[in-house]
């Protein structure tokens, strides 16, 4: 069983049940993934800006905090989804 990288409309773990690495939802999933991870490290950069700029605000900040949680929870997703 595969954890895919989203939810069901209520937030519980969707699971893809298949011996094909690339069928159609497989790929997707590879792509959303890849775009989360890519995402993630853009967000990373902008958190360290933020951090890094003595005159950034608590809007700021926490901004970049929540954008940093949403992405290290898509990346600790991906890690369980491989197994890691």
């Known amino acids: 069983m595969r954890l895919l990288p989203w939810t069901?409309?209520?937030?519980?773990?969707?699971?893809?049940s298949t011996d094909r690495h690339d069928s159609r939802l497989s790929r997707l999933a590879d792509d959303i993934e890849a775009a989360q991870l890519a995402s993630g490290e853009q967000v990373l950069d902008g958190?360290?800006?933020?951090?890094?700029?003595?005159?950034?605000?608590?809007?700021?900040?926490?901004?970049?905090?929540?954008?940093?949680?949403?992405?290290?929870?898509?990346?600790?997703?991906?890690?369980t989804s491989r197994g890691a």
């Open 8 to 16: 069901t409309p209520d937030g519980r773990p969707c699971y893809l």
């Open 47 to 79: 958190a360290r800006a933020v951090l890094a700029d003595p005159r950034a605000g608590e809007r700021a900040v926490r901004f970049a905090l929540t954008r940093a949680v949403e992405s290290l929870g898509d990346v600790l997703r991906i890690a």
